[in-house]
């Protein structure tokens, strides 16, 4: 079946370091990938995505590239802030036939920034 | 704000009793899911439902029912209520069957059942 596997946390970083969270993925088809974060006390929130290989997706100066050769989906800050500091989830989206898809997620990462 | 609204927000069960956890959300989507996440396991599907009145099993959907009687409302229910359902639910919603707009998560409900 479809899996997810990130580093594992967690992970403390000082305040403008450069941070990266590994993702690989094992699924049939062509897959879309996604990474979320959950501060805490909240839900998770939609952070970025990709849709097809070789796809970069980004946001809040976050970027992962969908790397179909070597299954990987990493997700990269250049400087990371205190306010970073949450639960980082990466998911894929696939089909489970008939119509039908299915969202699987990793076990999370937790980065804390220190100042 | 447009969102998954999620009640209760926090519940304490006595073994073996029931309760209802409502999703609610206002962003006419098709798709709803409920979630569960514990620690060290992410999050693990429970049920959901491509449609109203349409309902279908996650990966683990013993110990719970659901109901979605109206587009807007997802309902989760435990019937007799165990130790080991002990966790944080989350809801989520999807416009598309494929997720690629993202889910909409709620802000969860911390369920302790003793």
């Known amino acids: 079946g479809d899996s997810v596997t990130q580093m594992e946390g967690p992970v403390t970083l000082s305040e403008e370091a450069f941070l990266t969270i590994n993702c690989t993925y094992t699924a049939t088809g062509y897959p879309s990938l996604f990474w979320y974060v959950q501060y805490p006390g909240e839900g998770l929130q939609l952070l970025l995505k990709?849709?097809?290989?070789?796809d970069k997706g980004s946001n809040k100066g976050f970027e992962a590239t969908y790397r179909k050769e070597t299954t990987s989906f990493h997700l990269e800050k250049g400087s990371v802030q205190v306010s970073d500091s949450a639960v980082y989830f990466c998911a894929l989206s696939s089909s489970k036939g008939a119509g039908s898809y299915q969202l699987t997620f990793g076990k999370g990462t937790k980065l804390s920034v220190i100042p | 704000n447009a969102g998954v609204t999620q009640t209760p927000k926090f519940r304490v069960l006595k073994t073996g009793q029931s309760m209802t956890l409502l999703c609610a959300q206002d962003m006419n989507h098709e798709y709803m899911y409920w979630y569960r996440q514990d620690p060290g396991m992410g999050l693990r599907l429970i049920h959901y439902?491509?449609?109203?009145?349409?309902?279908a099993k996650g990966e683990v959907p013993d110990g719970y029912n659901v109901s979605r009687l109206k587009k807007q409302n997802f309902l989760l229910g435990l019937e007799s209520a165990a130790p080991s359902q002990t966790s944080v639910y989350f809801c989520a919603s999807s416009y598309g069957r494929q997720g690629r707009d993202g889910y909409t998560f709620g802000s969860g409900t911390r369920l302790t059942v003793v």
């Open positions: 439902s491509v449609g109203e009145g349409t309902t």
């Open positions: 990709a849709t097809k290989a070789d």
